[in-house]
């Protein structure tokens, strides 16, 4: 399967519809060949055919619907990721106010950096990946050492474990996040969808001689590799078309820029506004 990987959506589904149409084609000579070595003989009845055929489409909607069922749980389980990480990062922003300075500043700004990358990071090309990754982790090592920095700074007014604890999830998120990405729907799952496809277009071209049957036949190949394009889409986190919103992010990132730390100021210098 892996010169279906490395095909585009538009790629892969035009081979898979090659693929059914060829399998369709041996499945079609293959009864005319059967024809021709054997006797003559009055035409069978085609309800045990017609049982065979609705049976494997039955099952080989089982499989469509179970592959893409894997594919969308694991999409909905990134836009998750991207929900819970803006919000660790927005909590986190919030108590470094509470830090003295120049901690403060400092955790104020690295996440803010770390916030700008996580967005380049979810829709940066993948042979860009690498440098971008190299960023992020530098951008967490810089982070933690500012926490360690504010270690005192943060016993001294009283939230040492809540600072702790949200910067740790920081740091948790970023890890699952990077494994939820990398994951992919097994290959056994794809190869036995593959091979299923080819096989029931086999028997379609095999049981279907009438004119109007074939092009039933070539119509559900289009649908057929058009839904398997979509599954193989969303299996592909960092290069399909499909990805997860960053909108949770995006709102994160104009909060923050809204917001600099001095706007937490105004009530301690008896400011009222």
């Known amino acids: 399967m892996q010169w279906l990987a ?93 830090l003295d300075q120049p901690h403060r500043s400092r955790l104020s700004a690295l996440l803010v950096a770390y916030t700008d ?12 990946l690498e440098p971008q990754l190299a ?18 700074s943060a016993v001294a007014n009283g939230i040492s474990v809540p600072f702790l604890n949200t910067f740790n999830e920081v740091i948790d998120l970023d890890t699952e996040r990077k494994i939820s990405r990398t994951v992919r729907m097994p290959n056994e799952v794809l190869e036995l969808l593959f091979g299923f496809l080819l096989l029931t277009a086999a028997v379609l071209g095999y049981v279907l001689e009438e004119r109007r049957g074939r092009i039933g036949a070539g119509v559900l190949f289009v649908l057929l590799s058009l839904y398997v394009g979509v599954i193989a889409d969303l299996n592909r986190p960092t290069s399909g078309n499909i990805r997860e919103a960053q909108d949770a992010m995006l709102m994160l990132q104009a909060s923050l820029k809204s917001q600099p730390p001095e706007a937490f100021d105004r009530y301690l210098r008896g400011i009222e506004r």
């Open 6 to 98: 490395g095909l585009s959506l538009v790629g892969l589904a035009v081979a898979i519809f090659l693929s059914m149409l060829i399998a369709s084609l041996l499945g079609y000579g293959a009864r005319r060949l059967e024809r021709r070595m054997t006797v003559r003989q009055e035409e069978p009845e085609h309800s045990q055919e017609s049982y065979l055929v609705g049976g494997m489409i039955g099952l080989m909607a089982l499989l469509l619907a179970f592959s893409f069922s894997i594919a969308l749980n694991r999409f909905d389980e990134r836009r998750h990721l991207v929900v819970q990480e803006a919000n660790a990062i927005g909590t986190s922003y919030l108590r470094a106010q509470l």
């Open 117 to 128: 990358n996580r967005i380049r990071l979810a829709n940066v090309p993948p042979e860009q």
């Open 135 to 152: 960023v992020n982790d530098k951008l967490l090592t810089d982070i933690w050492s500012a926490v360690a920095a504010a270690r005192e």
